[in-house]
């Protein structure tokens, strides 16, 4: 037997001896370069016209509640996308047809052996530091024993008493239209394992049909402390989660394919109460929304047996969340503590890091999520820029390089928020696929703050770099777009329109001063929309005044 | 009970350490003191055979019961060693592997042998009872 060193993959029998007798370094992942000290304690500032609703939010919540905590945990599974699965060579990608990446040992014939993917412990030990955990120098895997033909084996190879990654946390920052707030919610676990085959029940048969493709694919299961207290917290969580696992690189996070599944714990006890009341697992929720929905119902139903004398009704159970009726229902009562009879398995060596490994892996993090909201929120952007920017890492690398590129934070998110995204949900592509470079947005803010074409010419030709590139100079000299801000040629402009409408002037000096709008528009208009606005306005007023 | 020579023996075949691997000063620490004396409980067969799905005639309860409480004792004996200096170990071995697997894939080339040795095959499903409660 053996075990597997991972260090840049060079064996030093020194690291054999741990130090200290201590298997556990602490090791967290550097701040950030760009986040300040100046971090709050406790929640974000919410700004004053935001307060008023945030208030009511929370007060809805608190009666809603009606004197009784939640108490939620989340246990998340996520799919590594590694090219191999986790014991084994056989690729892995969704949606293959049925049984057609497998071999013998995914599929637990006798006589073969597993062997450790080290791609998985690379990215275990990247999701730990990136979720601020104690990284386990030594782990070791454990079988997990239960009976389901999902499983080959009859066991499923998992981490039991030594998880790789342990005692770190994760920082949310609640949406603004659910009153806001900065939260830190501990994670308990990280522990590396392998995914079950699918199981899919005829409807009407006596049989059940078994898919192995994805049995033995690497996950990393993910347990949070029970820190959360209602449906949106869970679901900022997990959406939180989704984030840093993309940000890394680990996993797609994927909830319709099933790449990230939350099973999440609901109890419910009254206000003062020490113990926790039993706790009800639930399933099935393929969106944070669903998760949402499906927490507050389940929270909800417990307050309801309880305040009708019926909270021995509450059982330890799995309930699944039905979309269809947006209701839980009962899946199968847990019947006592179920008995996996966990023990070290035999076949894989014990998993042990140095601390060079860890450092490499530490140095290749990339800006998390969190660090990302406080630098835009330094920006001087409000909390819903700094959230809709941050969600994504493709849109991240997007506005740093405008901002690199020179332009004001501000209006790069306003333009990113919103034309490009208006036009990325349109047309159902990612910000990496428009040609519109950042670097020549950055070139069109300034060319209108400038002066040098007008806002709204600038709206017209986005969509032009959008879908065909180019550059704001070449689209300017080609269309001699260049805005007209020589006061001559405007009222040049101006007396033509006035002279040609001769019945309208007469108006106007009649009274009927809205006429304004139509004269600005006909110049505009003649100007093909390059007129300086605010030079047009002023000397148009001028004029029309003149006779009076 | 416990033959004495059978210790030394157990030792090594649970930690073969390599030599030099561990200061002298602790692999001479070894004592042969029993430690703990917990009297073990009486394997409940029923209960075992369950968890393990196997089903099993009274009779041979009967005849499991013993010989089970023959390996749980012999693992007993285990407990009877003094550990209190030796540095704890999470595998047997301790013998390095310098290059774990390498994240390239490889098809396996006779899934048709995989497939035609499926018990019950339903193509491209394999067909096992419905069953719909995991625990
Ligand atoms: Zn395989």
């Known amino acids: 037997m053996a075990l597997f060193i991972f260090r840049g993959f060079c064996a030093n029998a020194i690291i054999l001896i741990p130090k200290n007798g201590a298997f556990l370094h602490k090791i967290r992942p550097k701040r950030s370069q760009f986040e300040v000290q100046a971090r709050r304690s406790g929640s974000t500032e919410a700004r004053p016209a935001q307060k008023s609703s945030q208030m009511a939010t929370r007060e809805r919540q608190q009666q809603q509640l009606q004197g009784f905590e939640a108490i939620i945990g989340i246990e998340t ?129 006596s049989f059940s049909q078994v898919d192995l493709n994805r049995a033995g694919v ?23 989660l989704q984030r840093v696992v993309r940000y890394v690189g680990v996993s797609n996070g994927n909830m319709q394919e099933g790449s990230l599944r939350c099973d999440v714990n609901v109890s419910v006890r009254p206000g003062g109460q020490q113990e926790f009341g039993t706790k009800v697992e639930i399933k099935n929720m393929n969106s944070f929304s669903a998760m949402n929905k499906a927490i507050d119902y389940e929270i909800n139903r417990q307050i309801l047996l309880h305040k009708q004398g019926q909270a021995n009704q509450i059982v330890q159970e799995t309930r699944l969340w039905d979309d269809a009726t947006q209701k839980t229902f009962t899946m199968r009562k847990k019947e006592g503590l179920a ?123 986005l969509n032009e770099l959008i879908c065909k590139g180019g550059t704001v100079q070449g689209l300017i000299l080609e269309k001699d777009l260049v805005q007209i801000v020589d006061p001559a040629a405007i009222e040049a402009l101006v007396d033509g329109v006035i002279a040609e409408n001769p019945k309208q002037l007469e108006q106007y000096r009649s009274g009927r001063t809205k006429l304004q709008g139509f004269f600005a528009g006909q110049v505009m208009k003649k100007s093909k929309g390059k007129a300086n606005p605010v030079l047009l306005t002023k000397i148009l007023q001028e004029k029309l005044n003149a006779g009076n | 009970m416990i033959s004495c020579g059978l210790l030394p023996r157990l030792r090594l075949a649970a930690s073969p350490l390599k030599p030099g691997l561990l200061p002298t000063s602790k692999r001479s620490s070894y004592s042969h003191r029993p430690r703990c004396a917990a009297a073990l409980e009486s394997p409940d067969v029923a209960r075992l055979a369950d968890a393990a799905r196997i089903s099993l005639s009274p009779q041979e309860v009967e ?48 899934r048709e042998a995989i497939i035609e040795a499926i018990p019950s095959y339903d193509d491209p499903y394999i067909k096992v009872p419905r069953v719909l409660n995991k625990d």
């Open chain 1, 77 to 205: 599974h996520v799919q590594l996308q590694t090219s191999t699965k986790a014991f084994c060579r056989c690729p892995y990608s969704y949606g293959s047809d049925p049984n057609t990446t497998i071999c013998p040992v995914c599929m637990g014939l006798p006589g073969t052996l597993p062997v450790l993917n080290s791609r998985v412990v690379e990215f275990a030990v990247k999701l730990g530091l990136a979720l601020n955990c104690e990284i386990s120098m030594k782990s070791k895997f454990d079988r997990k024993q239960y009976f389901y033909p999902d499983l080959p084996k009859g066991y499923q190879i998992s981490q039991f008493d030594i998880p790789i990654a342990k005692g770190g946390f994760l920082d949310v920052d609640l949406p603004v239209e659910f009153g806001g707030g900065h939260k830190k919610f501990g994670i308990t676990r990280v522990h590396m394992e392998e995914d079950a085959g699918k199981l899919v029940h005829s409807d009407t048969g």
């Open chain 1, 218 to 240: 690497p996950l990393l299961e993910i347990v949070s402390e029970p820190d959360m207290r209602n449906g949106i917290e869970a679901a900022e969580y997990a959406s939180e």
């Open chain 1, 339 to 461: 008995d996996y009879r966990y023990f070290p398995e035999p076949d894989l060596p014990e998993v042990v890091l140095t601390d060079e490994y860890v450092d490499q892996i530490r140095k290749s993090l990339p800006e998390l999520p969190e660090a990302k909201r406080r630098r835009y929120e330094n920006m001087g952007l409000t909390m819903q820029d700094v959230l809709f920017l941050a969600n994504d890492d493709d849109v991240c690398d997007y506005f740093d390089s405008c901002i690199q590129n020179g332009a004001e934070a501000k209006l790069a998110a306003n333009w990113i928020m919103g034309d490009i995204a208006a036009y990325l949900k349109n047309e159902k592509v990612s910000i990496k696929e428009i040609k519109l470079t950042p670097k020549e947005l950055a070139e069109l803010i300034s060319s209108i703050k400038n002066g040098t074409i007008s806002g709204k010419i600038g709206k017209e030709i």
């Open chain 2, 63 to 110: 005849q499991f019961g013993p010989k089970i409480r023959q390996v749980v004792d012999w693992f007993g004996q285990l407990q009877a060693v003094d550990l209190e200096s030796i540095e704890p170990s999470l595998r047997a071995s301790t013998e390095a592997v310098s290059s774990p697997r390498e994240d390239t894939p490889e098809t396996f080339d006779n």
